[in-house]
């Protein structure tokens, strides 16, 4: 079953269901206002949401051509962001970068971070900075959306826990995370607004693609309309969401609506860019820059600028964009 939020002038948008290519949609109204209503109270609201795409997919019901554009974020605003470091290819990539800790590379345990959640970025919305020289950076990150969770549970608690699975860009600002780390509080200037694709997906929806607690596909990044990254999701994922939800949880309740990310996606590898078509490629700008310091002995590859675009999609064996993608581009506010 897959899902997404159409603008209605409301804060919160509305909830509706896709067929299961994505092409159409039908409003989930009757059913829940909002995803987070479905969310609140999910084992009676999914049936009914599965019950509805199955209608869609049957043309039992016409449905509308869904448009990517008219979305906000599945939750345009979510009681709780929690970013993890899910592959350690990528921690041990941007350690050496100027404000960070080398002690911070854990393999035991991951490491966590709280966003912030209450305007969280349509797929379309403009990567919006009122600095242009902040070291602009796009992190691409898969994420999954939780039901409720109780404090200290079990991994297998913490699997079941999953609803919804998508991707985000978590943007960062790259000249400020040094103050942040430095300040003693973790990330905050550092970490504006992230954005999320346009739709989300029940994990048996997704067939073998999940498994694992892990999304096996690759997670393909054009920046100016340039192959910049396809690292696969599922590979090198040293924690998974189930980890990750587990660590969440040692000290608090989560609620129905909680969105945890897994890190920005990395593979081990030797490229530097540009890389081939079969290529694999970055995640994020940051990684790509510390590998040409220690090829080239100085960093090659600038960060965003205003007018750059970047593009980020999980794409499917057949070359389907899995959730929609991500298509922004970078404004002065």
């Known amino acids: 079953m897959k899902l997404a939020t159409l603008r209605n002038g409301r804060p919160d948008g509305q909830l509706i269901v896709l067929s299961a290519d994505s092409s159409r949609y039908v409003a989930a109204g009757r059913i829940a206002p909002t995803l987070q209503a479905a969310l609140d109270d999910w084992n009676a609201h999914a049936p009914a949401l599965a019950a509805l795409a199955a209608q869609l997919d049957a043309r039992a019901i016409a449905g509308q051509v869904f448009d990517p554009a008219q979305v906000l974020a599945p939750l345009p605003r979510a009681y709780q962001w929690i970013d993890g470091s899910g592959y350690l290819s990528h921690l041990e990539r941007v350690r050496t970068l100027k404000g960070s800790k080398d002690e911070e590379l854990q393999s035991s345990r991951p490491l966590l ?70 300040n003693g509080f973790g990330f905050f200037h550092a970490k504006p607004s992230t954005s999320f694709a346009p739709i989300v997906a029940t994990p048996d929806s997704l067939g073998t693609a999940w498994r694992d607690n892990r999304l096996h596909l690759p997670i393909r990044i054009e920046v100016n309309g340039t192959l910049f990254g396809q690292p696969n999701a599922g590979t090198d994922m040293h924690f998974d969401f189930a980890d990750l939800i587990v660590e969440a949880a040692r000290t608090r309740d989560l609620a129905a609506g909680t969105i945890i990310g897994g890190g920005t996606v990395s593979n081990r590898h030797d490229e530097t860019l540009p890389i081939k078509r079969d290529g694999i490629g970055f995640a994020c700008i940051a990684e790509a820059r510390t590998v040409e310091k220690l090829k080239y002995g100085r960093a090659r590859t600038p960060f965003l600028k205003p007018g750059d675009t970047v593009r980020i999609g999980a794409m499917s064996a057949d070359g389907v964009s899995t959730f929609g993608d991500i298509n922004q581009r970078v404004a002065l506010a």
């Open 113 to 182: 971070y709280q966003g912030g959640s209450d305007s969280l970025s349509a797929p379309t919305d403009a990567i919006r900075v009122t600095d242009p020289d902040l070291a602009i950076d796009f992190e691409a990150e898969v994420a999954v959306i939780t039901g409720p969770v109780r404090m200290g549970a079990t991994y297998a608690q913490a699997a079941a826990a999953i609803r919804l699975v998508t991707v985000c860009n978590d943007v960062s600002l790259r000249r400020l995370v040094v103050d942040d780390l430095q």
